[in-house]
Antibody, heavy 119, light 110 residues
Framework: QLHLQESGPGLVKPSETLSLTCTVF??????????WGWIRQPPGKGLEWIGS???????YYNPSLKSRVTISVDTSKNQFSLKLSSVTAADTSVYYC???????????WGQGTLVTVSS | QSVLTQPPSASGTPGQRVTISCSGS????????VNWYQQLPGTAPKLLIY???QRPSGVPDRFSGSKSGTSASLAISALQSEDEGDYYC???????????FGGGTKLTVL
């Protein structure tokens, strides 16, 4: 059973870069077949997939965010991270980190962290 | 607009059976499996159904999923007040090369 914990600033200024980290507990981030990803949810709205990184290192990004998103892994810290550049108020959301093995019940989410974009 | 289409709301009384639909296309539901998530107020989404119709350990058998062509459905029988929350379908989309979610359905237990 994995446990995921998001961390990072709760307030980011417009045009700056949003940076979040997800620490993985209870398992290794190098475990085979796992996708490590980020999903966000604007206040009162639905879920939006941001992107994922496969255990092999392959990355997959939402086409609507691709030009601004980078997801990477730090195996030494058992963490993965999200960077979203040039943020605007529209990027204000609860950001969830998540991990899954496709077509299995192994599907874990962090508790989520609210990031507000405001000057 | 979400790539997967769900009704914005659904409702039922305790004990009733409710179904929530999820409509997609050949590039997502038509060629990949569907997951369903339950999000209770103030909490993170929780996996309810995977691979179209499989329940993770601990999910009551009141919850069931099905898929036909480019659509999927979640059925909740013997509705309980604690089922009130938001429900989302999700699938991989081969054209977008990414994961897509439905817009979510808010379930109200009357």
């Amino acid at each position: 059973q994995l446990h995921l914990q998001e961390s990072g600033p709760g307030l980011v200024k417009p045009s700056e870069t949003l940076s979040l980290t997800c620490t993985v507990f209870g398992g290794s981030i190098t475990s085979s077949s796992y996708y490590w990803g980020w999903i966000r949810q604007p206040p009162g709205k639905g879920l939006e997939w941001i992107g994922s990184i496969y255990y092999s290192g392959s990355t997959y990004y939402n086409p609507s965010l691709k030009s601004r998103v980078t997801i990477s892994v730090d195996t030494s810290k058992n963490q993965f991270s999200l960077k979203l550049s040039s943020v605007t108020a529209a990027d204000t959301s609860v950001y969830y980190c998540a991990s899954r093995i496709a077509a299995t019940p192994f599907d874990y989410w962090g508790q989520g962290t609210l990031v507000t974009v405001s000057s | 607009q979400s790539v997967l289409t769900q009704p914005p709301s659904a409702s039922g009384t305790p004990g009733q059976r409710v179904t929530i639909s999820c409509s997609g296309s050949s590039s997502n539901i038509g060629s990949n499996t569907v997951n369903w998530y339950q999000q209770l107020p103030g909490t993170a989404p929780k996996l309810l159904i995977y691979s179209n119709n499989q329940r993770p350990s601990g999910v009551p058998d009141r919850f069931s999923g099905s898929k036909s062509g480019t659509s999927a459905s979640l059925a909740i029988s013997a509705l309980q007040s604690e089922d009130e929350g938001d429900y989302y379908c999700a699938a991989w989309d081969d054209s977008l090369n990414g994961r897509v979610f439905g817009g979510g359905t808010k379930l109200t237990v009357l």
